[in-house]
């Protein structure tokens, strides 16, 4: 079946720069339809270009932000004099310049371009990883670590929400959820990596003056580094700047995502109206409120873990303590692949609700146990419900999302409402709660309750808003405007069609 006529020729998107609008549509279809073949080679082709790239910045990512659980077995604690809540205030602090920077660092990356902001923002958050082994040098290290932890919450802010942004800018709607996972599975991968990094580096005697946990930091950060250069030359910023796409491929590429998107005819420039119909939509609201509860149970399981298993096993020594938090994290890393896969084609109502439904069985066996082996089997109930929600409920935001700039609105703030729920982890086990944590666990059962809750509300309004607009009901929103002002309709264009 042959293609429809490309909408943009390559010449203009060689021409279009990182934060600017493409030409109009030639000839916008509300239908469009591709040959089967030159699309699934383009995808094999983007997928093998594309994610690697964002895959690596994303695993190092979620390691220098959760490499202070490892620190914390290796004697981090006793070498800055933490007392009491100490340890938690230097968690927390991370997350509060987390959510203030996330949204404004997200749309200056859609004004600078992927391709040279996210391997900046990675180089960033290296070097900062790195120099939290420094802390012991100032004269308050506590005081050091607060603001290294600080500047390390505004050098991540931008990057989960710029990647999915990124990944939007290549992938359909029904292909972008997977490849949220091609990147999102790195979240588990990173908690085994560096689990395992860590068992190793603690193997070793000190460096110099740096002991275990310090080398840690040292280590990874240097590592993180490295990965921030290496893809500045590997990262494509758009599709008109690929040398790896032909032409021909270029305009392929274009055209399936405005296709989609009956209420824009461009890839489009920043605007602030749109950002803000992507930060307020329905979907993002209620997608927002979900990944806070679910990232409450992932940030905790990822900042604690350590800690946990140390309570459950404490006659093991800390590197075998170490190794036995990797597990968990293998089973969320396949389930996060395999999920979404199954679910590409599927109401992802269906998978959120499943997942949920394993976090609450998890820490209902937390709860309702003291049996070691039961709650450490409990762990990987927990890892796989929680890390699947990653990728599916941003991208149920992202698809529900008409055009360039919403969809950087809504991804950026749902994340943003997700990190709320990473502050709220670093309060959610605390010392004097050791060795049960009765009030984490029981927060975390609450938490996939709630979600599930919320998933059969947001799918119910969904499925009624779009029989609404398929009885046209919605039309009249169309009358007397110019195609210009139905675009600003964006997701509330009576053709626009909301996925469950």
């Given at each position: 079946?042959?293609?429809?006529?490309?909408?943009?020729?390559?010449?203009?998107?060689?021409?279009?720069?990182?934060?600017?609008?493409?030409?109009?549509?030639?000839?916008?279809?509300?239908?469009?339809?591709?040959?089967?073949?030159?699309?699934?080679?383009?995808?094999?082709?983007?997928?093998?270009?594309?994610?690697?790239?964002?895959?690596?910045?994303?695993?190092?990512?979620?390691?220098?932000?959760?490499?202070?659980?490892?620190?914390?077995?290796?004697?981090?604690?006793?070498?800055?004099?933490?007392?009491?809540?100490?340890?938690?205030?230097?968690?927390?602090?991370?997350?509060?310049?987390?959510?203030?920077?996330?949204?404004p660092l997200t749309v200056l990356c859609k004004r600078?371009?992927?391709?040279?902001?996210?391997?900046?923002?990675?180089?960033?958050?290296?070097?900062?990883?790195?120099?939290?082994?420094?802390?012991?040098?100032?004269?308050?290290?506590?005081?050091?670590?607060?603001?290294?932890?600080?500047?390390?919450?505004?050098?991540?802010?931008?990057?989960?929400?710029?990647?999915?942004?990124?990944?939007?800018?290549?992938?359909?709607?029904?292909?972008?959820?997977?490849?949220?996972?091609?990147?999102?599975?790195?979240?588990?991968?990173?908690?085994?990596?560096?689990?395992?990094?860590?068992?190793?580096?603690?193997?070793?005697?000190?460096?110099?003056?740096?002991?275990?946990?310090?080398?840690?930091?040292?280590?990874?950060?240097?590592?993180?580094?490295?990965?921030?250069?290496?893809?500045?030359?590997?990262?494509?910023?758009?599709?008109?700047?690929?040398?790896?796409?032909?032409?021909?491929?270029?305009a392929l590429a274009e055209a399936r995502i405005v296709?989609?998107?009956?209420?824009?005819?461009?890839?489009?420039?920043?605007?602030?109206s749109m950002v803000l119909k992507g930060i307020f939509?329905?979907?993002?609201?209620?997608?927002?409120?979900?990944?806070?509860?679910?990232?409450?149970?992932?940030?905790?399981?990822?900042?604690?873990?350590?800690?946990?298993?140390?309570?459950?096993?404490?006659?093991?020594?800390?590197?075998?303590?170490?190794?036995?938090?990797?597990?968990?994290?293998?089973?969320?890393?396949?389930?996060?692949?395999?999920?979404?896969?199954?679910?590409?084609?599927?109401?992802?109502?269906?998978?959120?609700?499943?997942?949920?439904?394993?976090?609450?069985?998890?820490?209902?066996?937390?709860?309702?146990?003291?049996?070691?082996?039961?709650?450490?089997?409990?762990?990987?109930?927990?890892?796989?419900?929680?890390?699947?929600?990653?990728?599916?409920?941003?991208?149920?935001?992202?698809?529900?999302?008409?055009?360039?700039?919403?969809?950087?609105?809504?991804?950026?703030?749902?994340?943003?409402?997700?990190?709320?729920?990473?502050?709220?982890?670093?309060?959610?086990?605390?010392?004097?709660?050791?060795?049960?944590?009765?009030?984490?666990?029981?927060?975390?059962?609450?938490?996939?309750?709630?979600?599930?809750?919320?998933?059969?509300?947001?799918?119910?309004?969904?499925?009624?808003?779009?029989?609404?607009?398929?009885?046209?009901?919605?039309?009249?929103?169309?009358?007397?405007?110019?195609?210009?002002?139905?675009?600003?309709?964006?997701?509330?264009?009576?053709?626009?069609?909301?996925?469950?």
């Amino acid at each position: 079946m042959a293609a429809s006529p490309p909408l943009h020729d390559a010449a203009s998107l060689e021409k279009a720069g990182p934060g600017d609008a493409l030409p109009r549509a030639v000839s916008p279809q509300p239908s469009v339809v591709f040959d089967a073949d030159a699309e699934a080679r383009l995808r094999r082709k983007i997928d093998l270009h594309v994610i690697p790239p964002v895959a690596l910045i994303y695993i190092w990512c979620f390691i220098d932000r959760t490499n202070i659980g490892n620190a914390r077995l290796a004697g981090l604690e006793r070498d800055l004099g933490l007392q009491n809540y100490d340890y938690n205030t230097l968690l927390s602090v991370f997350y509060v310049s987390y959510i203030i920077f996330e949204i404004p660092l997200t749309v200056l990356c859609k004004r600078v371009g992927p391709g040279r902001f996210l391997p900046a923002a990675c180089f960033a958050f290296g070097l900062l990883s790195m120099c939290t082994a420094f802390v012991t040098s100032a004269p308050d290290p506590f005081g050091a670590g607060i603001a290294v932890r600080f500047l390390l919450g505004v050098a991540e802010a931008p990057v989960f929400p710029s990647i999915g942004y990124y990944l939007s800018r290549w992938y359909r709607k029904e292909e972008l959820t997977l490849r949220l996972a091609g990147y999102l599975v790195c979240a588990p991968l990173a908690g085994a990596v560096g689990g395992l990094l860590a068992s190793a580096i603690l193997t070793l005697d000190s460096i110099g003056m740096y002991r275990e946990w310090q080398m840690i930091f040292l280590v990874e950060g240097i590592i993180t580094m490295g990965v921030g250069i290496a893809t500045y030359f590997l990262i494509t910023d758009r599709i008109g700047t690929a040398s790896w796409l032909t032409p021909e491929e270029k305009a392929l590429a274009e055209a399936r995502i405005v296709s989609e998107n009956p209420a824009s005819a461009v890839l489009d420039k920043v605007r602030a109206s749109m950002v803000l119909k992507g930060i307020f939509s329905q979907t993002t609201i209620f997608a927002g409120l979900i990944f806070l509860l679910n990232n409450t149970t992932v940030q905790g399981i990822a900042l604690f873990t350590p800690t946990v298993i140390r309570t459950l096993f404490p006659g093991r020594t800390v590197v075998q303590q170490q190794l036995l938090s990797v597990p968990p994290y293998i089973c969320g890393a396949a389930a996060v692949l395999l999920v979404p896969y199954y679910f590409m084609h599927r109401p992802r109502w269906i998978s959120i609700v499943g997942s949920s439904c394993l976090v609450v069985v998890s820490y209902a066996i937390f709860l309702g146990t003291e049996s070691g082996s039961a709650r450490y089997a409990a762990t990987f109930l927990g890892a796989v419900g929680a890390f699947v929600l990653g990728p599916t409920v941003p991208g149920w935001s992202a698809v529900n999302s008409a055009n360039d700039s919403q969809r950087a609105g809504a991804i950026s703030s749902v994340i943003a409402l997700g990190n709320c729920g990473g502050l709220i982890a670093t309060w959610s086990y605390l010392p004097r709660h050791a060795p049960n944590y009765v009030p984490g666990n029981a927060l975390n059962l609450a938490c996939g309750a709630l979600i599930i809750i919320l998933t059969l509300m947001l799918t119910a309004l969904l499925t009624r808003e779009n029989a609404r607009r398929k009885r046209g009901d919605r039309d009249y929103r169309l009358e007397s405007l110019s195609p210009e002002q139905e675009e600003l309709l964006a997701h509330q264009h009576p053709r626009f069609r909301l996925r469950v």
